[in-house]
């Protein structure tokens, strides 16, 4: 996989329609004006680092792992929640307890 994948999936893979619910529910705020234009809702956005948590201690500070990102709606024909955004990112292991820093992803829909 490439290191910068990304792919944004615009038609329900199942039966092909555009029409997705959280995104018309956040067009009702952007024809009012209350939302930005580029602004995206999602049904879910999420962010991660792909690691085995028994292996995680061993790892040198400083590597480099894989991350993801996702966006998923609902098709408002079929029902079928499928992801609209996918994205591979790369996190550097840090110093810092907890978390790692995850790269810039919008987690709040825009
Ligand atoms: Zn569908």
Redesign the pocket.
Known sequence: MEQDFNRQFT???????D?RFFEQLGQELKDRGLAREEWQMSLAISQGVVVDKVKEAAIPIGSELPGYGYKTDI??????V?AKDIRRTTVKKSLAPGPMELPPFDVRGN
């Open positions: 038609q329900c893979p199942s039966c092909g329609s029409d098709c408002m024909d079929c029902g079928c499928y």
